[in-house]
């Protein structure tokens, strides 16, 4: 059987009947009503334009046999629940990749906008730093160890630059704000502190699998922080990285999340290491924030859902505001 993609999950609306269409599984939790006992699953569904909830009634002890980050066809009919769009399921199944085609694929999962561009960019910043030794080691670790993975991995299951493009979108991102702040204090090693920002997050390559998918198992067993160190290390040693640099480069990445309880074995102790850590939580908070604002403003309210990370709801400013 061949697939293809025919409803976003933005043009659902409660009062379609018998859509039969794909979709990506993000989340699935079981219960069941209090007052009678039935059994079922809520599901959270996917697309490249954003999310869809799905609910559907099961047989005792009945489980739907897919798993977070596949492709699933999913029927039923589009009703609302609580204010959301729900999708009332009759039947969810697992479609096997090699029934889609690319242009499907490409209708499923989120990307990012400027993929060449971002390219260009890492490589334009990775041409600026003056130091040969680091240029050296951005060039072997980003263009001919990982190129392929780096360019394509999400940054995040689901908070921030949670799209195909989006690891390579946000560290460039990063390391230009750590470029740009980097200027004001003259005793930031701007090449050290860019080289940091460029490589702080390519344990994620091991550690993320598709865009709302689950993680690896190996992100699982060490998350990125770990396979971060690890990799950066081997790649230092492969290429005779001077051990102050090395150690230098490590602390970043070990200390990069800022706090030992946001997942910092260490917290910065080096001014690179603490623009780094500063530039990776804005760009991230800001990346989320967008997101908000812009499924709000499309929506037509004012403030937004509440978000957990930002411990707040956003408000949408009116557009006539010089």
Same mark, same amino acid.
């Given at each position: 059987?061949? =697939? ?32 009678? @006992? ?14 869809? +909830? ?34 009332? #399921? ?52 980003? /263009? ?23 690891? /390579? ?17 003259? $005793? ?54 001077? $051990?102050?640099?090395?150690?230098? #480069? ?16 260490? +917290?910065?102790?080096? /001014?690179? %290491?603490? /623009?780094?850590?500063? %530039?990776?939580?804005?760009? %991230? ?12 403003? %499309?929506? @037509?309210?004012?403030?937004?859902? =509440? ?9 949408? #400013?009116?557009?006539? #505001?010089?």
């Amino acid at each position: 059987m061949h =697939y293809t993609k025919r409803i976003f999950s933005t043009e659902l609306q409660p009062g379609m009947t018998s859509i039969r269409d794909l979709f990506v599984l993000q989340q699935k939790s079981y219960g069941s009503k209090k007052k009678d @006992g039935s059994h079922f699953v809520n599901v959270v569904l996917s697309d490249m334009k954003g999310t869809v +909830k799905g609910f559907m009634e099961l047989n005792d002890g009945q489980m739907i046999s897919v798993e977070n980050g596949q492709v699933v066809c999913c029927s039923g009919n589009v009703g609302e629940f609580n204010s959301d769009v729900t999708i009332y #399921l009759s039947g969810i199944e697992k479609v096997d990749l090699s029934e889609i085609d690319e242009s499907t694929m490409a209708l499923l999962y989120p990307s990012v906008s400027n993929p060449e561009e971002l390219k260009e960019e890492l490589r334009s910043l990775v041409d600026s730093v003056q130091s040969a030794e680091m240029k050296l080691l951005l060039e072997y670790v980003l /263009l001919e160890k990982i190129w392929t993975e780096f360019i394509k991995k999400p940054a995040a299951k689901s908070i921030h630059h949670a799209r195909v493009g989006g690891l /390579l979108e946000h560290s460039v991102h990063v390391a230009q704000i750590v470029d740009k702040l980097s200027s004001f204090y003259p $005793e930031v090693n701007r090449d050290l502190a860019v080289t940091g920002a460029l490589l702080h997050d390519i344990g994620k390559v091991e550690e993320m699998s598709i865009p709302g998918g689950d993680y690896t198992d190996n992100g699982k067993l060490l998350g990125h922080v770990v396979h971060g160190t690890l990799m950066l290390s081997q790649f230092a040693d492969e290429l005779g990285i001077d $051990e102050g640099l090395k150690q230098a #480069l490590l602390h970043i990445v070990l200390s990069h999340h800022g706090e030992k309880e946001w997942g910092s074995p260490v +917290k910065p102790k080096t /001014l690179e %290491a603490l /623009l780094v850590s500063m %530039a990776d939580r804005t760009d %991230a908070y800001l990346d989320h924030a967008q997101e908000i604002y812009r499924d709000t403003k %499309a929506k @037509g309210l004012k403030w937004s859902r =509440y978000s957990e990370p930002l411990d707040v709801s956003i408000f949408v #400013l009116d557009e006539d #505001l010089d």
